[in-house]
């Protein structure tokens, strides 16, 4: 499919969308937010996509996974929001478990036929996520690009750096045509994420998922532009010396023979 920015992507109206979900009983939407030291974040995040689904109409649930630390509030802030929503879900775990293992318990737990995953700080815009799961209705995957315009502000120089070389070596090795393979902000159709194991816990679960969706049959795809924020927190959670191996064993480990799902 042609790379289509988000203004102009149209598959699907709003009527099919609310019809099927009405036809399946559930949600049509699932979005799983990992939430580790979130506290400075994660209320607004949390309000902004309910809003979004709410003024789309779109039948959702909130998959919110967080990993309860001592003298972290993100707890606190999260339970204001989902008290008296009972679309936002609440799973807490008992120190770190990590991000992979949050987006791990939340493919568990959808009842959606789409999925995507945001992160707990507001670096999506909830409109995006709503018009990304709209043009999953007829893909398996749709990939996001951050970066058709260049490195975002406030993006870490470094840090884009050893993106850029990164997605490069995905094409390169993997052969997935597009251009920001490790994105978080991606959509997927639940029923194919439920074919595929998947094991990591780290932030590389985000290059491990496509990988190996993209061996299954008769995958659908499309790319589509993205915005980004970038948010100043007090300790970024993915750092570039500490997590750069697991991508790289990820991609390796990708290259022996697989049996398709």
């Known amino acids: ?18 019809s099927r979900a009405e036809d399946r009983g559930k949600p049509l939407l699932s979005v799983v937010v990992p939430a580790y030291k979130e506290e400075e974040y994660v209320e607004q ?54 991000v992979g293992d949050a987006v791990r318990t939340g493919i568990a737990m959808a009842r ?4 995507v995953v945001a992160m707990g700080d507001q670096s999506e ?9 709209k043009s999953c209705l007829e893909c398996d995957i749709v990939f996001t690009n951050r970066f058709r315009h260049g490195r975002p502000r406030g993006y870490p120089f470094v840090k884009y750096l050893a993106n850029r070389a990164c997605n490069y070596a995905v094409k390169w090795f993997a052969g997935i045509e597009f251009s920001d393979t490790t994105n978080a902000f991606k959509a997927y159709k639940v029923e194919t994420l439920k074919r595929v194991q ?54 390796l480990t990708s290259l022996r023979p697989q049996p398709k799902c």
């Open 1 to 18: 499919m042609p790379n289509t920015p988000f203004e102009m992507t149209e598959v699907g109206s709003e009527e099919l969308f609310e």
């Open 45 to 98: 995040t949390l309000r902004g996509i309910k809003r979004a689904c709410d003024d789309s109409n779109i039948s959702a649930e909130i998959i919110v996974i967080v990993d309860v630390l001592p003298g972290d509030r993100t707890t606190e802030y999260v339970h204001r929001v989902s008290e008296g929503n009972p679309e936002i879900r609440v799973q807490e775990r008992l120190g770190r478990r990590g």
């Open 112 to 115: 959606g036929e789409v999925l």
């Open 125 to 133: 815009d909830p409109n995006e996520i709503v018009r990304l799961a």
């Open 198 to 251: 998947l094991t990591s816990n780290g932030f590389e679960i985000f290059l491990e998922i496509p990988l190996k969706v993209m061996r299954c049959d008769r995958i659908r795809t499309r790319e589509v532009e993205a915005s980004h924020v970038v948010r100043k927190k007090k300790a970024p959670k993915l750092s570039v010396t500490k997590d750069g191996y697991r991508y790289v064993r990820v991609l």
